[in-house]
């Protein structure tokens, strides 16, 4: 089975610099890549998705996130973060075959005034 | 704009009661999923559906049961209720299976139930 690694747990801020949220998977295998984010009390909304194509991928609030296939990663990135991005950030993988969505423990972005 | 609809949206269980997570969606998809989110970790696939009369078990099964008679609703069923099981679940819908999406399809989610078990 597919696992998937975010390695910071929490991302502190400020508010007008960028972030970079890191994301590993395990397969070599193909699979599609997807971001998801979670604000509080609500439930999980698709920022972007790598199925095919292109490497670099730019998703809704001007995220952007770009697929490396030998390093197996999927990172997510915004030039600029403001207030409202402070939310959770889920990275998923599914292989191209199969009903499930593996999904990484998630990364806490807090956006600093 | 209901999307996916989750009820109810908080509950507290007793250790060996009973409870059914009630899931609907307005959307017509016919693939449906339950994920559970415990603290710390990522989501996990418990059931899923892929039509009306159709399901399959996930990563983390034991412990629910779910049925899918109508392309709407997916209820989620804890039968003997275990601490184990305190978690904040969620259902989601799709057009079609994780493996045939493209770039106009995407899963959506509810906005999850917490659980806790005592």
């Known amino acids: 089975a597919q696992s998937v690694t975010q390695l910071d747990s929490q991302v502190p801020v400020f508010e007008e610099a960028p972030v970079e949220l890191r994301c590993n998977y395990s397969?070599?295998?193909?699979?599609?890549l997807f971001w998801y984010v979670q604000y509080p009390n609500q439930g999980l909304q698709l920022l972007l998705k790598y199925l095919s194509g292109s490497t670099l991928v730019k998703g809704i609030n001007g995220f952007e996130a770009e697929f490396n296939k030998s390093q197996t990663s999927f990172h997510l990135r915004k030039p600029s973060v403001h207030i409202s991005d402070t939310a959770e950030y889920f990275c998923?993988?599914?292989?191209?075959?199969?009903?499930?969505?593996?999904f990484g423990t998630g990364t806490r972005l807090t956006v600093i005034p | 704009n209901a999307g996916v609809t989750q009820t109810p949206k908080f509950r507290i269980l007793k250790i060996g009661q009973s409870m059914t997570l009630q899931c609907t969606q307005d959307?017509?998809?016919?693939?449906m999923y339950w994920y559970r989110q415990d603290p710390g970790m990522g989501l996990k696939l418990i059931y899923y559906s892929v039509g009306a009369g159709i399901t399959d078990k996930g990563e983390v099964p034991n412990g629910y049961n779910v049925s899918r008679s109508t392309t709407e609703d997916f209820p989620l069923r804890l039968e003997l209720a275990a601490p184990s099981q305190t978690s904040v679940y969620f259902c989601a819908s799709s057009s079609i299976g994780v493996q045939q999406l493209n770039s106009g399809n995407t899963i959506y989610f509810g906005e999850g139930s917490w659980l806790t078990v005592v």
């Open positions: 998923a993988v599914s292989e191209s075959w199969a009903n499930n969505l593996f």
């Open positions: 959307m017509n998809h016919n693939y």
């Open positions: 397969s070599s295998v193909s699979v599609y």
